[in-house]
């Protein structure tokens, strides 16, 4: 296998420079470069830190495509902590390495996301269970169990439950906040 070779693959399939890849991964930008063009050999421990900016491990990485994970059951998602709301989940443990990250995110009644800041990007939503007010700059709905919606994140925007039980939500969005 070509390390170096596998190791730039990845890091443009992600859209990082090297120096990117460099500071997330706390290794210098010199010894990236000298990896990607097999000048430098690589410690198990370097290699590790590289992988994780990626989402991959040693195992994935040195397996064929074919071998890898494609189908993932409630056992492999991954909790975010700390959002303010019941639950969110991200549903595939490496989409923040992806274009684009599906989440499934739980809203009690009565509760609020956000509201949250315009930034870059796109949201793509299924109303699960439940009747959620979606709230886009002075624009509100409420989308009920069955509704699909989406926007672009440059204006201002919320969840909010205004129904008597949990509400979910099938959210994709690019790029991955997580």
């Known amino acids: 296998m070509d390390i170096g070779k596998r190791i730039k693959e990845l890091r443009l399939s992600n859209q990082l420079t090297q120096d990117e ?29 590289v992988l994780t900016v990626f989402g991959e491990n040693l195992s994935d990485f040195f397996s064929s495509d074919d071998k890898k994970a494609y189908v993932f059951g409630k056992k492999d ?30 809203i009690a009644p009565k509760q609020k996301v956000g509201p949250i800041k315009p930034h870059s990007g ?12 979606i709230s886009l700059g002075k624009r509100k709905k409420i989308a009920k169990a069955g509704s699909c919606f989406q926007y672009k994140t440059d204006q201002e925007h919320s969840f909010e439950n205004v129904g008597k039980s949990m509400a979910e939500i099938l959210l994709i969005t690019w790029p991955p906040q997580f």
């Open 21 to 49: 890849l460099a500071a997330r991964s706390d290794l210098s930008a010199a010894f990236i470069s000298l990896l990607e063009s097999n000048k430098s050999s690589v410690s198990i421990e370097y290699l590790i830190k």
């Open 77 to 106: 998602r991954v909790e975010i902590k700390d959002q303010g709301i019941t639950k969110f989940e991200l549903l595939i443990p490496t989409s923040t390495t992806m274009a684009m990250e599906p989440s499934k995110l739980l």
């Open 122 to 133: 796109e949201v793509i939503g299924y109303i699960l269970k439940g009747r959620v007010l």
